[in-house]
Every structure is written in structure tokens, then in C-alpha cells.
């Protein structure tokens, strides 16, 4: 038996979302099943099934390179806007 | 606890949620399979005290909406079960646990459906109970049970409307119809007061301490109560506890709840306890065939 992580589209256009799971053991039989088990009411545009085995999880995200650089978190400008404020002789009292 | 199991109880309590794979301590993962298993049992128990009204159904749409209803639970059961089977326990051990009375199943899929009214109640107020603490688990720590909550909230959704619906073509029907609603709720209300369970605090419920629930049972109990009493009343039904009161600051007071008969029927002593474990016991050995069949092909 293969696990089969189901992902849906709820309409055209929108990101795949994890659903759950169901296990099965082919593929044309998680296709009828996920078919019901997601899609009875119309409630899916599509669905992905994709084998768990196949799914290769990055694991580490440890920050070694402090990548702080890269996003708005790593930029903190208050107190130097304020400094270059008061020396241009702009700063709002 | 050891300083790494302090660190997960801090991170869960801050709103943290952990996936399948994640560390976590033992005895969360007791608890959680403990909890998500007893919900799948329910699920699956659940249908039975309504799949004996699918051919007593009084028309054809009633019967496909309760079929439909019945594929829903199961359906649910299904999804419930492989969050189990994840976290390290098989389905067929959950399934055994459950014919041989060692895992439990909720007090209100332990009593007899006696008549069409009935049907009505338990899809409507039963379902409006467990909505309740459904809906208290889409923020459970536990990622993959969450997010399955979803879709089980979106289609317990429609089970209540169907049993609204149900209720409220009796209430606008024959008095003798009106009769049969009135004689349910008056057979449901206890177990439906005791079906969020004792009022334990919630920060000495380990299961809310955990954050696999995100309210106390109390807390349920009392939006059961705000919800749902002015519905039931509005329909000109009476609600058998004559204490039954909202004091000004908006909570509701009522009789006790009998916690000895909550502990006795869950634990299997319930009026069709063994009657529907036998059944199911019967099916899973009658049906043994079809998961032999699949499993070999």
C-alpha cells in the first residue's frame, strides 16, 4: 500500500493546498478514492496526488550565511534616518 | 519533563504547530492518538444510529440526503484514521481497539434512535454539539489533524442544515409530528448536556494544556447552550430542565449533568453499547474479503 498525500486547487488559477492523505494500493485506485473523498461536491477544480516516498523535504534552515540581507528584516534604518534628519536640518519636531 | 519537552509545551502554548515528522514529546503523542482516535471511532460509530433509518426514511430525498450523510462520517472516519496511522498506530489496531471495547467512542452514539423525530435531533443538535469542538480543533497544535478539520467542518456544516430542515418540516407538520421532535429532545438533552464532557478547567485538561483543543469543555458546553437554546425554543419546543437560565453576564446555569451515567455509557455500558460494537464487529469480519482482495493486488 502507497500513502498519497493529497493536494487541491479549490478554483482555477489559486495554489494547491496540502488536504491530507489516503492510502491505496495503486494509482488508479487513489484516483477514484480521492475523487470522492475530495471531490463529491464539486469542491475541488483539481487535485494532486503525489506518492509521500516521492516528496523530498528540505530539512535544514539553519542561517549560517545570516541571510538577513536578502529580506526587509535585515535592513533597520530608524536611527540612521533620524541621524541624517537632524544633520540636513529636516527633522519634524 | 526534560528541558526539550518544557521548550515544546512553551512553543504549543504560544499557538506553535507541529507536523507528522517533527519531534515531540511522548507523552503528546499518547494524548493526541488517544483524542484523533477516539474521534475516528466516533465517526465511524456515529453512523450507525442513523443507517438504520436510511430504508425507514419517510421519501426518496430524505434517504439519499441521510446516505449522503452516512458517506460523509465514514469519509471522516477515513481521513481521521490516517492522521492515526501517521503518528504510528495502524488502522487495523484502531479497529480492533475499538470492537474489543478497549478504545472509546462518544456518549451520544450509544443510545437507540427510536423515531424519525430523533433522526431530526441527532442531525441537528449532535452535530451542532460536535461542531463545537470540531471547530475548537482547526487550530489543534498537531498540523495534519488541523488541516483535515477543514473539510470536516465543511461538510458537518450541511449535516446541520439538513437536520434543521429535517426538524422543521415536523414543527410545521401534524401535532403528532410536532410530538415526535418534542419526545426526542427530550430523550437527547441529557446526553447532549453531558456530551462536551465534565467542567474541568481547562488549564488542568491536558488535552487543552497540549493545544490539541483550543477551549475548555465548559466553554463549549456554554456556546452550545447560546446558540442553540433560542433556536430550539423559537420552534415552540420545551427544553426538559427546568433550571435552565441565562444570568445577565450572559452564561447559562443548568441541572447537573449526570457524570456517573456520561462515565458508564462511554465505557460501554450504554442501551445499544455492545449492539453496535457487535455490529461492527460483524462487518469488519464480513467485509475481511475486500481488504484481502485489495491488499493482494
Redesign the interface.
Given at each position: 500500500?502507497t500513502?498519497f498525500e493529497v493536494f487541491r486547487q479549490e478554483r482555477k488559477g489559486q495554489a494547491f493546498q496540502?488536504?491530507?492523505?489516503?492510502?491505496a494500493?495503486?494509482a488508479a485506485?487513489a484516483d477514484t478514492w480521492a475523487r470522492?473523498?475530495?471531490g463529491?461536491r464539486g469542491?475541488s477544480a483539481a487535485l494532486w496526488l503525489v506518492p509521500r516516498d516521492a516528496i523530498h523535504?528540505v530539512s535544514e534552515w539553519a542561517d549560517e550565511f545570516d541571510l538577513k540581507y536578502r529580506r526587509v528584516d535585515g535592513y533597520s534604518i530608524k536611527s540612521r534616518l533620524k541621524e541624517a534628519r537632524d544633520r540636513a536640518g529636516t527633522a519634524t519636531a | 519533563m526534560d528541558s526539550r519537552g518544557e521548550e515544546f509545551l512553551a512553543y504549543v502554548q504560544g499557538g506553535g504547530q507541529v507536523e507528522a515528522?517533527d519531534w515531540m514529546p511522548d507523552e503528546y503523542r499518547q494524548k493526541l492518538v488517544k483524542f484523533v482516535e477516539m474521534h475516528g471511532n466516533s465517526e465511524l460509530m456515529g453512523v450507525l444510529p442513523e443507517r438504520e433509518w436510511i430504508l425507514k426514511a419517510p421519501t426518496l430525498q430524505r434517504k439519499l440526503a441521510l446516505t449522503a450523510k452516512v458517506?460523509d462520517e465514514v469519509?471522516h472516519a477515513?481521513?481521521i484514521y490516517?492522521v492515526v496511522?501517521?503518528l504510528g498506530k495502524p488502522r487495523e489496531r484502531c479497529l480492533a481497539d475499538l470492537v474489543s471495547g478497549t478504545s472509546k467512542f462518544h456518549n451520544v452514539f450509544h443510545y437507540p434512535t427510536r423515531t424519525w423525530g430523533d433522526v431530526g435531533v441527532i442531525a441537528w443538535l449532535v452535530d451542532a454539539a460536535a461542531i463545537i469542538s470540531q471547530k475548537a480543533l482547526l487550530k489543534c497544535s498537531y498540523a495534519?489533524y488541523a488541516?483535515?478539520m477543514?473539510?470536516i467542518c465543511?461538510e458537518e456544516s450541511f449535516h446541520i442544515l439538513h437536520g434543521r430542515d429535517v426538524v422543521l418540516a415536523m414543527m410545521t407538520g401534524t401535532d403528532a409530528q410536532r410530538e415526535l421532535v418534542q419526545e426526542a429532545l427530550i430523550r437527547w438533552w441529557p446526553p447532549l448536556m453531558q456530551f462536551h464532557g465534565n467542567p474541568i478547567p481547562r488549564d488542568e485538561d491536558p488535552m487543552y494544556v497540549w493545544r490539541i483543543k483550543s477551549q475548555g469543555n465548559e466553554e463549549a458546553r456554554q456556546q452550545f447552550l447560546e446558540g442553540y437554546v433560542p433556536q430550539i425554543r423559537e420552534l415552540g419546543l420545551e427544553i426538559p430542565d427546568p433550571n435552565l437560565r441565562r444570568r445577565d453576564d450572559g452564561t447559562w446555569e443548568y441541572t447537573e449533568p449526570d457524570w456517573d451515567e456520561l462515565r458508564s455509557v462511554v465505557t460501554g455500558h450504554g442501551p445499544r453499547s455492545q449492539e453496535r460494537l457487535d455490529f461492527r464487529r460483524r462487518f469488519l469480519e464480513q467485509e475481511r474479503w475486500v481488504r484481502d482482495a485489495?491488499?493482494a493486488?
Open positions: 500500500m500513502v496540502h488536504a491530507g492523505s489516503i492510502v494500493p495503486d485506485f470522492e473523498q475530495y463529491r469542491e523535504e | 515528522g458517506q469519509g477515513q481521513l490516517r496511522e501517521d495534519p488541516r483535515i477543514k473539510k465543511w485489495v491488499l493486488a
